[in-house]
Each structure stands twice: as C-alpha cells, then as structure tokens.
C-alpha cells in the first residue's frame, strides 16, 4: 500500500503544479485586464487629441497668411521688441512675408516679421493713414480691434486685422501673392506629412526622441514615463531604463512645475540654471498637461540669458556714461514714462527726487516743468505738448532738428531728441546761455574789431596758414590800388602780391613775406619789419606779425610825409644846432668883452667912491653908489649868462665836496643882512639841527642861496618878512627862502623859472632859472608855492648823493659804489 502510494507521489505533484499554474495564470489575467484596457483607452485618447492637433494644424496651413498670437501684452519694460508670440501657418507664407516686409529670417521670425512691418504705410478700413504699430498699441492698451491694409514694396498690398481673443491678442496676416500652385503644392507636402504622423505616433515619437533639446513625460503621479535621448545625456545617465528606474530630474524644480501644470491645466514655463555635462546652462522649461499626465521640453536660453545678462550690463554702463554727462539726459519708454534721468538733469531742473524716482510720464514732467516755469512761453500749451507727445509715434527715421528754449528765468537751452534704441524717446538737454553770450559777445568784438581796422589808416591785411587772404581793411584796398570786391573769396597770396607788384616790384621782398606766412618753422614764424620806396615815389614801412591761430597779419604804414617831416625835422635840427652854437660862441666872446669895460667902470668906481681922486661930496655919493650898485648887478648877470651858457653846452660840471647846508644858509644870510637892515626887512634863519651834510658843490649852493634871497628882497616892502631855511627827510635835504611879498598870480607862476622871464614881480629873469639849472645838475628839483597878497616860498630839493647831469661820471660811479656799501655795513 505504501509503496503504490510512493509511485503515485510524482504523479500528483505533477498534477498539482499544473494545477497551481492555471489557477497563478488566471489570476494574472484577470489582474492585467484593467491595465491593458486602461493603455488601450489612453493610447485611443492620445490618437484622437493628436489626430485633432493634426487637422487643426492643417487648417493653419491652409490659410493664406499667418496668424501670430500672443498671450500677454508684449510692450512692457521687460521685453525689447514685440515679445514672443506664438506663429501659426505654412512656412511659406512665413517666407513671402518676411520678403513683403524686406526683413531677414532669424530665431524669432515672428518678431522680425512685426518689427518689419509696424512702420509701413497703412491704410483703415475708413481711409485714415495709420501705422501697424499705432494700432496694435490701441489693441493692446484698449482692446480696439483694426482692418489694415498695409501697402508694400512694388505695389504689393497686405491685409491685417487684429483682435483680442480673451487674455489673447491675435493678428491676422494674408498676402494674396501666396496663393499659386506653387505654394499650394508646398502645403499638400506638409499635409501629407502631417497625416502620416497623426496616422504612425510612434514616427512622431522617433522625431521627439531625435530632437535636439530634452523632451519627457510624466504620469500624474509626478513618475517620468519616457524621456528622449538629449534627456539621458543631460541628466548624466546611461540608458533611459536607468533613468526611469532612478526617476532622475533635470533639476529639482521640475517636479512642482509639473504639479502647476497640471493643477492649472495650463503651460507654465520657467527658466533656471542647471548643470549640463558639467556646464551651467540657462534652461527654459516648458510643461504642459497632457492626458495622464504632463509633457515637457527644455531649451538651452543660455545665450539668450548672457544675451540679456551682457544688455544688463550694457545698459548699466550705458546709464552710467550718460550719468556723468554734462548735459541732462532723460529716457521715456515706450509707455511713455520716465525710465532713466541723469545727475545733470535733476541738477538743472531742480525736480524733486523722490518724484522723479515714481518714473513720472512725459506728459506729468512737461506740465510740473510748466508750473516751475521751466519751458518756453507758449500761447496754446496744449497743442505744444501733444506735438512733444505725437514724437513717439514719429518713424524711427524721421529726425527731430535741435530746439533752443528760451526760459522764463532768462536760460537758454539745447533740447535734442530722438528715438532711443531700445525704445521710446531720450531727450539732451544743455544749457547754451553762457555760450550764446559768448558767441555773442564774440560777434561784437569780431564787429568791433572790423570796425576798428576800417578806421585805422594803416593798411591791414591778415593772410592764414594756407596762404589765402583771411581779412583786410578799406586802408590796404587804397593803397594798393585795388578794384571794389577784387578781394573777395580769399585770394591766394600770389595773387594779392601780383597786384601789389605793379606799385612794389622787388620780388625778393615778396618771397621773404610769403615765407612769413606759409612757412611754420619757428624761425619763419617771427616777427619782422622792412620798408619799401614804391614806384609812385611813396614810401611805406611794413610790419609781420604771427597770430596765435597760426595767421599772419601784414600791417603797411604810408610814411612819405613823415620822411619828409623827419628831413625837415633834421635840416631844421642842425641849422638850430649851428644857430646855437654861433649863439654860445657869441654870449661867450660878448661876455667876455663885456667883462673888461666893465671890470674897468666898477675898478673906478671903487677908487672914486673911496676918496682917490678926492674927498666926494654929499650930492656926488649917490650917484656913485648907483654906479657901484649897477656894475655888480651887471657883473652878476654877466656871470649868470656864462653859467646858462655852460649848462647849454654840457660844460659846467660840479666840484662836490661834503657840504654843511646850515654853513652855507648862513653865510649867504650875512651877505644880505646889511640890504635887510637897510631896507627895514626883517631877515630870519631856520635850518634844523639835524640837517647834517650832503655831497655837492658848495659855491653853487651859496649862488642858489643867495639868488633866491635877493629875489625874495627884491619883492618884499620896508618892514617885511623873509625866511631861509634847510630841512632834511626822505634822503634830501630842501633848502627855501620864503617872503610875505606881494606873490605870483596863478597864470605867471608857470613861467616864473623861465629865461629872460620877467613877469608881473620883474627882475632880470634869469636868477630863478638858474636856481632851477644848478639844482636839476644835483639831481633836485624846484618847486613854488605862491598866493598873490600873501607870499611867495621857493624850495629847491636836493638829494644826499647826487645824480644829475652836471656830476662827473667818475663821481658818480664813486659815489653809487659809496652808498651800496654804506647799505651793506
């Protein structure tokens, strides 16, 4: 029995085993039935939403144009162009309209294709002349759609219509030339293509996988599902069974992006750095919902981003630079508000910072401006300022000529403007007013200038650095004998001095000028002086001058009358020469003469006088004293002439010695004292104790003195005053007679030290003269103070050491020598 039961072991666990497969087999079939017909749902779901994406592509294909989307607004200060729209139709219509906008193709031909064509002429629906770029800016500020008709190179035409779609702006475009077979047959290619792929996925699955850039799925549970090639790659692993197994992110950020995506049933995109093969790359990720889950791709922005990035920085040292600016420079975007103000702006407004920095409109600045009183004077302000706002609808070529704004506050300002690159207007503001009232002032000298050299009449004529005529006055016109207006257009030297060659024909004398004004060698450059006798018998002197500008000016001077003065002026010069020296000759032989009779009237005169021929009687005294009296005075005058005569001829020459100046005031007193007393005149001495000496010739001194005392006499009643007197201060000694006479009138005092000058006082005109002659001999000088009724004072000032013409030069070189070193000690 055991042993029956031992055979038939294997063959019940045989039977078991089958058994446990069959029940293992329909269990897993039934566990796999709602898998299976979970992907068959999907994958019937995934082709009708392709097969939809198919045709709705088709249908973008079959429209004669293209229609570019955007979902939001693409002017703003973020963006620098139109945005980036979406650009739905046939690649060809897309090559017909960048042709029609003259606009080259690029990595955003949707843009291009705008920018080309914002600033056509455009025609409405209602005949007004507009722009593109004026009416999608109302479509997108106020949701107003637009019918154009754009009208392009070579008569081709192009209709435009705009519309808002929700959140959505969306811009028709058509151009009837794309309509031929050849375009269509282009169309059937793509169509043809495009059924094939909606009818074999797993073709566009090959072109996804084949794609350059990371393309992947993820389920709703956040799994990736499938990824391409550049996706394995980028996440550094080495099959995509790997990478399904490990779940390997691109970067942490994808799986929250995702959960967005699928949340809001809608695209999110996002850009993030993330490493790739070891480089740090600028990734912009898109994912978007799909069936089951969310797809997504990522694009390397990094050029864009180093792009944007060195914009940045560009834009930085752009504003920097325009910060340092001496002028004031200020930037409106394409809103129309402030985007950028420089130091200089708000230093010459004076606009309130924290207003400027809330980036104010244009339209605010111009009416603050206008209450600071810091525009023009307008009478229709507003028509003023809708013309300043009108600029930024202007054609980027137009261009806007300088404006001067004459403020209120009396400033004058340069206002430039024009369209700034990146958008929107810049405006230059500089403050002219110091330089249009130089320029001003500029032009008043030049007229001046012009002015004063027509009035000269010397002859001027200013040749530049190139040899052509720059200037010249109506006085070189006439002397040189040219025609009115010859000298028009800046004539050439040459031919200036070929006309002058006609009066002046030495052409060595023209070269050496011409070297003058051409040559700029220091050594040419230099200024010179010559003559010329011309042929008309005139004679004219010339003068060159170099000019800092590196001109040169010719100056000529007609000097035949002076010539003819100056011999003149010589002939009469030497005949006054001889006349006196015929004159000294013939006061010195007459004096001489004089001398003997006389020294022979007055020897006998004293003999009489003292008894030699016999005891004189009362009644023959007095004639004899007026015989003494007059051949002294005689004498004395003859004395004076020789003195004056020798003073003329440069002979007289003074004997200086150390002399006491009390000494000498004192002795001449005594000389007069007993004339004093005889005539009831008081005579007094005044010479202060620290007087000290002086260096002169003592016999003039006295002569002085005693000339100046009898003049004094001479001029004072009985029981008058007379003083002398000496004073020392500022290194002079000053020696003066004074008198209570009768004085001088104002208009004789002028001629009182004059020769042979009597005048109202009398006398015999030569005393005073004298005193005069013999002080300037010293190095003095003479000075009167006279008031008629009250007096006469004579001062004759003379220095320590002195340093007139009658010093001997031995003398005087001794004397200087003295004193530099008496300084020294």
Known sequence: MIGQILQAAPVMVTFGSMAFALVVGVWAFRKTAGARATHAIWRRRTAELEDRVARADSVFGAHPGLVVVWDEPPFNEDDNGWGQPKIFGSSVALASLLR???????????????????????????????????????????????????????????????????????????????????????????????????????????????????????????????????????????VLDNVLQDQTYLDAGMREQTIRAIESSA???????????????????????????????????????????????????????????????????????MSFHNTAFTRLFKLDDAWLTERPGHSQMLDRMREKRLLPEQ?????????????????????????LWPLPDGRT??????????GGVMLIFEDKTDELALKARYNTLINVQRATLDKLHEAVA?????????????????????????????PSFDDVAETCAALFADDRVWTDIKGRVTDPSPQARKQVTGEMRRSDDRVLTYLTRPLPDGATLICWDDVTDSRRIEEALRERAEALEASERIKTEFVEHVSYQLRTPLTTIGGYADMLAHGFAGELTDRQKEPMS????????????????????????????????????????????????????????????????????????????????????SNALRHVDPGGHVEIGARRADEQITLWVKDDGEGIAPEQQARVFDRFSRGERGGAGLGLALVKEIAQLHGGWVELVSEPGKGTEVSCHLPLEPRGRGVPPELALMGSTTAKLSETV
């Open 100 to 238: 029609f906008a003259e606009a080259t193709d690029g990595p955003d031909p949707a843009s291009i294709l705008m920018e080309g064509l914002a600033d056509y002429e455009a025609r409405s629906s209602s005949g007004e002349e507009t722009t593109l770029r004026r009416r999608f800016q109302d479509l997108m500020q106020q949701g107003r759609p637009f019918s154009l008709t754009i009208i392009g190179p070579s008569g081709r035409f192009l209709e435009v219509d705009g519309r808002a779609a929700g959140t959505q702006l969306v811009v028709w475009l058509s151009d009837s030339t794309i309509r031929g077979l050849e375009e269509s047959g282009a169309r059937g290619r793509i169509e043809e293509a495009r059924r094939v792929v909606s009818k074999d996925p797993v073709a566009f699955l090959d072109m996804l996988g084949r794609a350059p850039f990371p393309a992947w799925r993820i389920n709703a549970s956040g799994r990736i599902e499938w990824a391409n090639p550049i996706y394995v790659k980028a996440v550094d692993g080495e």
């Open 267 to 337: 695209p999110v995109s996002e850009t993030r750095i993330v490493v790739v093969n070891g480089r740090r790359r600028a990734m912009e990720f898109l994912i978007f919902p799909v069936s089951g889950g969310a797809a997504g791709i990522a694009i390397d922005q990094t050029a864009s981003e180093e792009a944007k990035a060195d914009l940045k920085r560009f834009r930085r040292a752009h504003d920097e630079t325009l910060n340092h600016m001496a002028e004031a420079v200020v930037v409106f975007d394409r809103s129309k508000r």
């Open 379 to 403: 009478a229709d302000y507003a028509a003023w300022k809708a013309d300043e706002l009108a600029r930024y609808d202007d054609s980027p070529n137009d261009e806007s000529p300088d404006e």
């Open 413 to 422: 300002l340069r206002v430039a403007r024009q369209r700034h690159p990146l």
């Open 462 to 490: 200013v040749f530049g650095a190139n040899g052509r005529l720059q200037l010249n006055n109506n006085a070189f016109e006439e002397l040189w004998g040219f025609r009115a207006g010859e000298l028009e257009g800046e």
């Open 626 to 709: 007026a015989i003494q009296s007059a051949s002294t005075h005689l004498a004395k005058l003859i004395d004076d002439i020789l003195d004056v005569a020798a003073i003329d001829a440069g002979k007289l020459e003074l004997d200086l010695g150390d002399v006491a100046i009390a000494d000498v005031v004192g002795e001449a007193a005594e000389l007069v004292a007993a004339k004093a007393d005889h005539e009831s005149i008081k005579l007094e001495v005044k010479v202060d104790d620290d007087s000290g000496l002086l260096r002169a010739d003592r016999n003039r001194l006295k002569q002085v003195s005693m000339n100046l005392l």
